[in-house]
């Protein structure tokens, strides 16, 4: 069957996963309708308002979540929002409908016959269950249904966490499941696991065996919380949620629910015990039964107080008397001493050695987790591959459970299960019988190029997504500390970030210029800016400003602002085309190259703003310029005779408010800082494929921009906003020193305040941007404002506003 390109989603359940998921469709780009149960006590015939309360209450409530479920507030007003009674149709003009409605076989079946009934014939039906069997879900229905149907099991929050397990059942059509895999990938930016229809699919398998195992150790053998939470979390490659952590950031109930519905399901006798051990259960049920959940309910296995001096202090569960206490840290000496050691691979053989209480239960547990990994192979999933990949995406580990095992030596592992009476699975003896000693073959620098796979009984290559391009490996043709250019072949040049947090230096400015040299020398048609880190930039490098200016070097830091707008321009009028791939974090010098890009491919979680005034300056290497040219230009091109002030009054708040915004947030293109040509991806690892894609699409036939003039508004306008900031200062909402700031801010975007409205030179501009910059950080306040963020990584006003 071919399926249509999915542009249309319905999502039917707003509870919390529903509303999420709702939120993530929506910030993709796509067509979203959200069907519940019609509100109680109403009928048909009711007004919309009334019938659709439960599930715009649902969505409304789901904005206060932290971390938020949505990219934009107003992202909820995008969603069509119906009941099943009366809008059932409308699932007839839908290309995918996601199931999240309540964990109950006989509600899901229910609805699957009446989506059967209405929905196209072509239209993805896909359930987000997170341990029913689909094969039952389905039951009874016509094979044209089954075969569109399959599970798609999102992780909560399904907007941060990555990973997606997809579940066919046996009638699931192959072509579907390679269909939703690619779309989950590329569209939603999901990493995606296939796993079989088994009870718990994989990850919840390992929530709840992990979790309830460390549990009943520690109930078993007078383990602390705390004590618990050290061994399990990052010592091990975990999260610092550790076992207890994570119970109370998923919920007591939610957690024991899961644990429950997995243990009636598991045919395993000995999974089926770990699961029921009494003393953990019973924990849980005490817990519950006095509402500590969790973090949701702030209390639960971790509490937190106000000790002496308003500062937080952590209180741990006694798990004899049920109190919470404030405890010292644990220490143990093993601990202590891996810590010094950065290397997982290298610091787990230690800990598994040591003699002590640490080293008795990190071996009873690796133990276990070994152990039990195995015997989801082939189980659960076809690969050791999957079961790692599950781990890391959907858990955060900083490896999966195979390639610890490889770390550890696959015998030594087996000699630790059998140590420790557990059971390992026949294919891992098979493997090594095989010749094949560990799970994962790789090459000459040490990287994992093939997996074992127990059906083949050999090794297969890794998958490779051929969109997930990356710079490490590319040629150098030039390079310094702070920057590099690289050669991605087919005539595009890569220019690489890769000083700290990739903050903008002279160096790195250096080497900007040294891109261009070569792209007017012809070498290259097209250029691409973007590396394989975490953020594209954070800026001018703060910490070299603050050393200029306590050395007195004011005039080696104004040619460094002076390079940096030279290279910006350089930039807008290169001979050939520039794009830059933007993830993480572009802020002030890093929003600013990215205005001088042609076309800016961004991350959806990019975080992108013009930030300085939170340091005590102003935009300056070519930021008010770029946002004069996006906010009044084209107003003023198309009606000179327009009033421009309203519009840069808007300007000048958004410029005061430095906010961050989320590159798929609707507010990234209403406050110009994308524009309708840059795309948003929700893949992070596709962004220097498409980035390069798109220059060399743009390099044919190629021509340079034309410097463009920039409105200048004259002194009427600079008055107005002057008249904000005395505004604002009178309301008690600006100290007097941030006024300074901004009333040099308001010239700038006025142009100078010339007497009339004019238009000025992009360089002219930049001159007003560096001249209002050199007199801001020979002030004071504004090195205080800097030197507070450098300590505390938050702005100076925000300090004075508590």
């Known amino acids: 069957m071919t399926y249509r390109k999915i542009h249309r989603v319905a999502v039917i359940g707003s509870g919390t996963m529903g509303g999420a998921l709702a939120a993530l469709l929506t910030g993709a780009g796509l067509e979203t309708t959200l069907l519940d149960i019609p509100a109680a006590g109403t009928a048909a015939g009711s007004p919309p308002a009334e019938r659709n309360a439960l599930a715009r209450g649902n969505l409304q409530r789901s904005l206060t979540a932290r971390p938020s479920p949505w990219f934009s507030a107003g992202d909820i007003e995008r969603i069509r929002i119906g009941n099943l009674e009366d809008d059932l149709a409308w699932l007839a003009e839908v290309d995918w409908v996601l199931e999240a409605v309540v964990e109950d076989l006989a509600t899901k079946q229910a609805l699957m016959w009446r989506l059967h009934e209405v929905c196209r014939p072509d239209c993805v039906i896909s359930t987000n269950t997170s341990g029913l069997p689909l094969a039952q879900i389905a039951d009874g229905t016509p094979g044209d249904f089954t075969k569109r149907f399959l599970g798609t099991h999102f992780f909560n929050p399904p ?106 399901a598991l045919p395993d006798s000995a999974a089926r015990a770990t699961l029921a051990h009494a003393g953990a259960v019973a924990l849980h049920e005490q817990l519950i039964a006095r509402g500590w959940l969790g973090r949701k309910s702030g209390r639960g296995f971790w509490t937190q107080r106000r000790g002496e001096g308003g500062q937080r202090e952590r209180l741990e569960l006694n798990l004899q008397t049920l109190a919470h206490e404030a405890n010292p840290a644990p220490k143990f000496q093993c601990v202590t001493a891996a810590r010094s050691e950065r290397d997982l691979g290298a610091r787990l053989p230690a800990l598994l050695a040591a003699q002590d209480r640490a080293g008795h239960f990190l071996r009873r547990h690796m133990a276990f987790t070994l152990s039990f990994a195995a015997s989801c192979v082939p189980e659960v999933t076809d690969s050791p591959l999957a079961v790692d990949q599950a781990q890391r995406w959907g858990f955060n580990h900083e490896a999966g459970p195979f390639e610890l095992w490889d770390a550890l030596g696959v015998a030594a592992g087996l000699a630790l299960c059998e140590a420790q009476g557990q059971p390992v699975a ?241 507010e990234a293109r209403e406050r110009r800082l994308l524009r309708p040509s840059d795309r948003v991806l929700m893949k992070r690892a596709h962004l220097l494929h498409e980035a390069k894609r798109a220059a060399l699409h743009l390099a044919e036939g190629y021509r340079a921009p034309r410097p463009e003039a920039v409105y200048a508004a004259g002194r009427k306008a600079y008055e107005v906003l002057l008249e904000v900031v005395e505004a604002m200062v009178n309301a008690g909402d600006m100290s007097e020193d941030d006024a300074r700031i901004a009333r040099r801010l308001a010239f700038v975007l006025a142009g100078g305040a010339a007497d009339s409205p004019g238009w ?43």
């Open 426 to 666: 026949n294919w891992v003896h098979v493997m090594l019988a095989n010749d094949c000693p560990a799970f994962y073959r790789r090459d000459a620098s040490g990287e994992p190029e093939a997996c074992y796979d127990p059906q083949a009984g050999d090794y297969l290559p890794l998958p490779v997504d051929e969109r997930a391009l990356q710079a490490t490996g590319l040629t150098v043709l030039r390079s310094n500390e702070s920057a590099s250019l690289r050669d991605m072949g087919e005539g595009v040049a890569l220019w690489e970030f890769h000083s700290a947090q990739n903050s903008i230096d002279d160096a790195l400015i250096d080497s900007g210029h040294a891109a261009l040299e070569e792209i007017a020398g012809g070498r290259f048609q097209a250029l691409v800016i973007g590396s394989d880190g975490t953020r594209f930039s954070v800026g001018y490098n703060l910490a070299l400003a603050l050393q200029r200016i306590e050395d007195g070097e004011f005039d080696a830091l104004e040619r460094s602002v002076e390079a940096l707008q030279g290279l910006v321009r350089g930039l807008r009028r290169a001979p050939a085309p520039v794009v830059s791939a933007a993830p993480g974090m572009a802020l002030g010098g890093g929003a600013e190259l990215l205005f001088a890009c042609d076309v800016v491919v961004a991350h959806s979680e990019l975080l992108l703003g013009l930030v300085e005034f939170n340091v005590g300056l102003i935009p300056a290497g070519g930021g008010c310029t770029a946002m004069l040219q996006r906010w009044l230009t084209p107003l003023m091109r198309s009606s000179p005779d327009s009033d421009a002030t309203p519009l840069l009054k808007q300007l000048f708040t958004r410029l005061l408010d430095a906010d961050m915004i989320v590159a798929a947030a609707t």
């Open 159 to 264: 907007r941060w966490l990555p990973l997606l397990e997809l579940i066919p059942h046996e009638d699931t059509d192959a072509e579907l499941l390679r269909f939703m895999r690619n779309f989950c990938s590329r569209g939603l930016g999901k990493d995606v696991v296939v796993c079989r229809d088994v009870p718990g699919f994989l990850g919840n398998r390992f929530l709840s065996m992990l979790g309830m195992q460390a549990i009943g150790l520690a109930l078993d053998e007078g383990y602390s919380v705390a004590e618990v939470d050290l061994l399990t979390g990052p010592l091990i490659g975990r999260p610092r949620t550790a076992t207890f952590g994570l119970q109370d950031l998923v919920g007591l109930d939610v957690a024991q629910a899961v644990a429950r519905n997995l243990r009636d």
């Open 760 to 802: 000025l030179a992009e360089r002219e501009l930049h001159e007003l941007e560096r001249r209002a910059f050199m007199e801001l950080v020979r002030e004071p306040h504004t090195q205080a404002c800097i030197r507070h963020m450098l300590q505390t990584n938050r702005p100076l006003r925000f300090a004075a506003e508590r």
